[in-house]
């Protein structure tokens, strides 16, 4: 008998009030810098603009060279 497992690799961040939030790193479709200074999209906290697959954004506090890091060291990089 053969026992297959799935492993599910999810990266912790922090969105922009702080809270942890665990994010599949097959669900990321891109992301984004921080606006420039006076373009307010997200909150002023936020580092960093992830788009998902569902089409949802979350704005984290993590830099986005940061997020491609814990991406590619899970193996999944947008």
Known sequence: MILLTAA???VLLHRA???PVHVAPSQITSLH???AVGVRVVSRAANCVIWLADGKVLAV???CDV???LL???GGAP
């Open 8 to 10: 599910l690799v999810l």
């Open 17 to 19: 009030d702080g809270s």
């Open 33 to 35: 810098d921080r606006p």
């Open 61 to 63: 506090l993590e830099p």
């Open 67 to 69: 997020v491609r890091k």
């Open 72 to 74: 590619s060291e899970a």
